[in-house]
């Protein structure tokens, strides 16, 4: 069973960084895409970010230069580095394999105070 578990989640003032994590269980992150997703306050769920398994990753334009993902594949876990964040930022944030989408977790809160 493939299972999720993103953590690092805070109350943080604009312009300060948070560090999520996303552990992964019951499958190889090595030869796996991952998405990151947020859903903030009255919105849809909002796409991130993509890594995929030879390290390219993309970013949504509302993060680019200012997010940034890392993978650990030893650890099973992937990494979003957020800095310069803005109050728009807020929201619960979700790691997800498109390859098994039933592959949520619990989200873990992230909090950007103006």
């Known amino acids: 069973q493939v299972q999720v578990k993103e953590s690092g989640g805070d109350l943080v003032e604009a312009g300060g960084s948070l560090r999520l994590s996303c552990a992964a269980s019951?499958?190889?992150?090595?030869?796996?895409?991952l998405n990151w997703y947020r859903r903030s306050p009255g919105k849809q769920r909002e796409w991130v970010a993509t890594?995929?398994?030879?390290?390219?990753?993309t970013y949504a334009l509302s993060v680019k230069g200012r997010f940034t993902v890392s993978r650990d594949n030893s650890n099973n876990r992937v990494y979003l580095q957020m800095n310069s964040l803005k109050p728009e930022d807020t929201g619960v944030y979700y790691c997800?394999?498109?390859?098994?989408?039933?592959?949520w977790g619990q989200g873990t809160q992230v909090t950007v105070s103006s």
């Open positions: 890594t995929f398994s030879n390290g390219i990753t």
């Open positions: 019951g499958i190889a992150l090595s030869s796996n895409v």
């Open positions: 997800n394999f498109p390859s098994h989408p039933e592959s």
